[in-house]
């Protein structure tokens, strides 16, 4: 069963190996965040900074989990609670062995309950490579719709690349 939860401290070894494992997988899709990204002490410091924005509440880092067994992770960032704006930015990844079965499609779901019962937030944002079919394809499934292109958008595998914009809003609010 796929569940969503707050990352810690104590998640760092087993998203580092994680993401060692797939670090040839993930490189098209990601920023390249350096080596240290792929050491313990490289993903505590991550997640250390993951944990001051949750407290400064512009983001939340989750790892996502089959079956109790870390398999990727999912980030709300650009958190913005106003009182005429209530949106964030989602982002998501898993690792090579979990592509295709479902996970990040049930990972986005939890993330959408998190962002709209939890938060109260009206809509959420995520970005795609325009090569990117899977992640369209997850977005798709979970009522995302595209919004448009935002050129030169974010550093990808070593270059300023375009990005698809999607969004999908909540449901609830008027």
Not at 23 to 36: H, I, M, N, T, V
Not at 102 to 109: H, I, L, N, S
Request: aromatic share 8%.
């Amino acid at each position: 069963m796929v569940t969503i939860r707050s990352v810690t401290l104590d998640d760092a070894e087993a998203i580092a190996a994680l993401r060692r494992d797939s670090r040839d997988y993930l490189a098209p899709w990601e920023p390249d965040k350096g080596d240290a990204s792929f050491t313990a002490a490289g993903v505590r410091e991550i997640i250390e900074g993951s944990l001051e924005r949750a407290k400064a509440g512009t983001g939340l880092s989750y790892v996502i989990e089959d079956d109790g067994r870390i398999c990727g992770g999912i980030v709300f960032n650009s958190i913005v609670i106003g009182p005429y704006f209530r949106s964030c930015s989602i982002g998501y990844w898993v690792a090579r062995a979990e592509a295709g079965r479902g996970v990040a499609t049930e990972a986005v779901r939890l993330a959408k309950r998190v962002a709209f019962d939890e938060l109260e937030l009206s809509r959420v944002q995520a970005e795609t490579l325009p090569h990117n079919h899977a992640s369209q394809k997850v977005l798709r499934r979970n009522g995302f719709e595209p919004i448009g292109r935002a050129p030169a958008y974010l550093k990808i595998a070593g270059r300023r690349q375009d990005h698809l914009l999607f969004q999908v809003l909540n449901p609830a609010v008027d």
